[in-house]
Nanobody
Framework: QVQLVESGGGLVQAGGSLRLSCAASGRTFSNYRMGWFRQAPGWEREFVARISASGGTTYYADSVKGRFTISRDNAKNTAYLQMNSLKPEDTAVYYC????????????WGQGTQVTVSS
């Protein structure tokens, strides 16, 4: 089992920045790719960004490319999502997820952290 705990959400004005953290425990963190997803009220959960187990490869949704940066510190068992130039449409509950490198899915999820961007 992998336990994931997100933090860093909050209320910010449009144009502002937040950094989300995802602390992992339970298994060898460096064996897992990490991802961030978000879900706004009335919408399905959507992919935001992912990072490989080593941190060498990242991938972003078009809607956040150039504004968000995913990173990880394997020594601290923590993944991050730096969010800059926030827009009201970025308002959502943000979830981190973990997937073992041998699998093609994210099968562990955190409880989510709320991000609200005011206009």
């Amino acid at each position: 089992q992998v336990q994931l705990v997100e933090s860093g959400g909050g209320l910010v004005q449009a144009g502002g920045s937040l950094r989300l953290s995802c602390a992992a425990s339970g298994r060898t963190f460096s064996n897992y790719r990490m991802g961030w997803f978000r879900q706004a009220p009335g919408w399905e959960r959507e992919f935001v960004a992912r990072i490989s187990a080593s941190g060498g490869t990242t991938y972003y949704a078009d809607s956040v490319k150039g504004r968000f940066t995913i990173s990880r510190d394997n020594a601290k068992n923590t993944a991050y999502l730096q969010m800059n130039s926030l827009k009201p449409e970025d308002t959502a509950v943000y979830y981190c997820a973990a997937g073992h490198t041998s699998l093609g899915i994210f099968d562990y999820w955190g409880q989510g952290t709320q991000v609200t961007v005011s206009s």
